[in-house]
């Protein structure tokens, strides 16, 4: 099951603070979300993050970094919170990390799916 942790900027540290994740945590496989628009067409964000992805493989390898699509995770989030009854204000600073536990477990859902 996917827990949330704190939202990591994307800035010149995002790599070593992944990292010290990855070493602290035991990962085993990275998962970066790629954002797309609802019509499954790539948007701005899409190259960004398409970009973010290959940074990332390269500098964690040998580590396993896969991109998973995020349509709808922030919008399942919000929902996620709502019934677990925090309100909209505080959400705000809780809706990255609930909806990379969302794209988390799609992922690992998606896994066991046949």
Same mark, same amino acid.
């Given at each position: ?16 603070? #992944?990292? $010290?994740?990855?070493? !602290?945590?035991?990962?085993? &496989?990275? @998962? %970066?979300?790629?954002?797309?628009? +609802? /019509? ?11 970009? #973010?992805? $290959?940074?990332?493989? !390269?500098?964690?390898?040998? &580590?396993? @970094? %896969?991109?998973?699509?995020?349509? +709808? /995770? ?13 309100? $909209? ?26």
């Amino acid at each position: 099951m996917a827990f949330p942790r704190p939202a990591l900027g994307v800035n010149e540290a995002l790599v070593s603070v #992944l990292r $010290a994740v990855i070493d !602290e945590e035991g990962v085993g &496989l990275v @998962v %970066v979300g790629r954002p797309v628009a +609802l /019509s499954g067409k790539e948007t701005s964000s899409t190259e960004v993050a398409d970009r #973010l992805f $290959a940074e990332l493989r !390269e500098a964690l390898a040998p &580590l396993m @970094v %896969v991109q998973c699509d995020e349509r +709808l /995770s922030t919008f399942q989030a919000q929902r996620s919170l709502s019934e677990a009854g925090v309100k $909209a204000r505080d959400q705000r600073s809780r809706i990255d990390s609930a909806a990379a536990v969302v794209i988390l477990q799609n992922y690992l859902d998606g896994l066991h799916a046949d």
